[in-house]
């Protein structure tokens, strides 16, 4: 019987065939944890009395990284010593955020099933893998265990054709998907993307567009494994691995069907406070900014930074306007470096910080005041993500971010293309 990718990962993995709103149990193949999460897994494999695991298993502090207070610098050292008596890996402070450092590692596969104590596990479909979000409790019983019970969600194709207008990004593309299907529109469904759009795609933008399905409610969300992908893995998995090339079969049942043409799509602004409550930026100018960030699991890679160079380059950050730049990875650091991006962007007037989360989630490294207007390349914008729930996040591309950085307000970024 024809499948989609969801019902032939889940079936696999359950061992027997498996429909759209079935229950199993599925082998999971790699799970993981960050510092915002790990500490109570650590605590319920103790409560269980675990001496070994099942599963792969990383851990990786960034969320607070480096470590901003006492409380949190407890945290790092729980993680540290449970690493070193289990023999596990931890990526430590600089590595990057966990849905970059994991991927890069070569952790992950196509076809893998994956669990992470973080919302947006839902990245690594961009490398065909089916992966999601869980609490601690249930990663810990998957470490102890091997596996989890799973309900085999309903499939959404979504088709993506035309041509990116020159200053129109991936961002832009799922803001826009996000803004019409809703932030409800996916819920505990999983989605599939083609088109040629998509196939035109770098990795960077298909990895943007994987980690923002769950503000669609997705499950889990999937690209196409063409040789985009494989060339993206190889370097990273080394030659003796092999890489399956999941594909939906033909005939496989969707639940619906949606087609995007984005040739004459707009750069576009997700307004405070949900990201579904989107605008084009142009209509937007009128709207001050006092902080700008570029960064995160959404936008912090090479394509990005090198996006917000073009704009940034041999101009300075309107002095009213405070921007924060954080690498995705230590190894997008390097390379940012090496291609002297980190230099356009401290000669602007921005501030460099160290790979992880931190402005994001709010835990450190810029914070916003009461009642200021953040845009950030992020991916959520209710009160209180960045620290304060008196502040104002907009969310779009790193073009947008850094034309705004420059004008002092929200900016249509395309006049730099």
């Known amino acids: 019987m024809a499948k989609t990718i969801a019902e032939k990962i889940l079936s696999k993995h359950a061992g027997r065939q498996l429909r759209a709103g079935d229950f199993a149990v599925c082998k999971v193949d790699f799970a993981f944890g960050q510092d915002g999460t790990s500490s109570i897994i650590i605590d319920r494999i103790k409560e269980l009395g675990v001496k070994d695991f099942k599963t792969g298993f990383c851990m990786v502090i960034d969320h607070s990284a480096p470590s901003p207070s006492e409380g949190v610098s407890r945290v790092h050292k729980k993680m540290r010593d449970f690493a070193k008596v ?8 600089g590595c990057g955020v966990c849905h970059q450092v994991i991927p890069e590692s070569g952790n992950i596969l196509p076809g893998y099933l994956v669990l992470g104590a973080d919302s947006h596990t839902c990245t690594y479909g961009a490398i065909g893998a089916f992966s999601t979000g869980v609490g601690s409790t249930d990663l810990a019983i998957t470490l102890a265990t091997g596996r989890n019970w799973f309900k085999v969600p309903a499939t959404i194709k979504v088709v993506v054709n035309g041509k990116l207008p020159k200053g129109v990004f991936a961002k832009d593309v799922i803001l826009d998907i996000i803004g019409k299907l809703k932030s409800d529109g996916a819920t505990y469904k999983a989605v599939e993307f083609s088109g040629s759009v998509i196939d035109n795609m770098g990795m960077d933008g298909r990895f943007t567009i994987a980690n923002m399905l ?8 999937f690209m196409p494994v063409d040789n985009k992908t494989i060339a993206w893995l190889k370097p990273r998995i080394g030659r003796s691995r092999h890489i399956e090339q999941v594909a939906a079969d033909n005939g496989a049942v969707y639940e619906s069907v949606h087609e995007f043409d984005v040739s004459r799509l707009k750069p576009m ?15 937007l100018k009128r709207i001050k900014i006092n902080e700008a960030f570029l960064g995160t699991c959404t936008n912090g890679r090479m394509d990005d930074f090198k996006a917000a160079a073009r704009v940034l380059s041999k101009r300075r950050i309107h002095p009213e306007v405070k921007m924060i730049i954080a690498p995705s990875s230590r190894g997008v650091y390097l390379e940012a470096l090496r291609l002297g991006l980190i230099d356009t962007f401290i000669k602007a007037g921005a501030v460099v910080v ?3 989360c931190g402005p994001c989630v709010g835990t450190h490294n810029g914070i916003p005041a009461d009642g200021e207007t953040v845009i950030s390349t992020a991916n959520r914008n209710f009160k209180g993500r960045m620290g304060n729930p008196a502040a104002f996040i907009y969310l779009a591309s790193p073009a947008t971010v850094a034309a705004s950085a420059l004008k002092g307000y929200i900016s249509d970024p395309r006049g730099y293309f």
């Open 86 to 93: 289990f023999k596990k890996e931890v990526f430590d402070i």
């Open 214 to 221: 769950v503000e669609m409610g997705a499950k889990a969300g």
């Open 269 to 283: 602004v997700s307004m405070p406070h949900s990201v579904d409550n989107v605008s084009e930026a142009g209509d």
């Open 354 to 356: 160290a790979p992880g």
